[in-house]
């Protein structure tokens, strides 16, 4: 059974960073995505970032084209997002997703979800 564990959500000042974790347990993604995805209070749940496990290839969406970094380290089967110049509208809860088939520049069609973290910024 696959397992997405989400850590490392808090409050955060505007401008400041910070980073989240993914843990993957049960089995790899070694073949397949892992995606972050965010929903905030009252809206959808909306796509972040990707990437492909096997060579790294990664998709932002561009809200966050750089200020977020997605990265892997496949000795944890952990996904990370090192979120940077972080602003109030960024408030959500993060999700990490998997899905073992499919695009990295595909945003749908995730069968694996964590069960979030909260991730503040103040102004």
């Known amino acids: 059974q696959v397992q997405l564990v989400e850590s490392g959500g808090g409050l955060v000042q505007a401008g400041g960073s910070l980073r989240i974790s993914c843990q993957v347990s049960g089995r790899t993604f070694s073949s397949g995505v892992m995606g972050w995805f965010r929903q905030a209070p009252g809206k959808e749940r909306d796509f972040v970032v990707a990437i492909r496990w096997s060579d790294g290839i990664t998709y932002y969406a561009d809200s966050v084209k750089g200020r977020f970094t997605i990265s892997r380290d496949n000795a944890k089967n952990t996904v990370y997002l090192q979120m940077n110049s972080l602003k109030p509208e960024d408030t959500a809860v993060y999700y990490c997703?998997?899905?073992?088939?499919?695009?990295?520049?595909?945003?749908?069609?995730?069968?694996?979800w964590g069960q979030g973290t909260q991730v503040t910024v103040s102004s």
């Open positions: 997703a998997g899905k073992f088939r499919g695009s990295v520049g595909v945003t749908s069609g995730y069968d694996y």
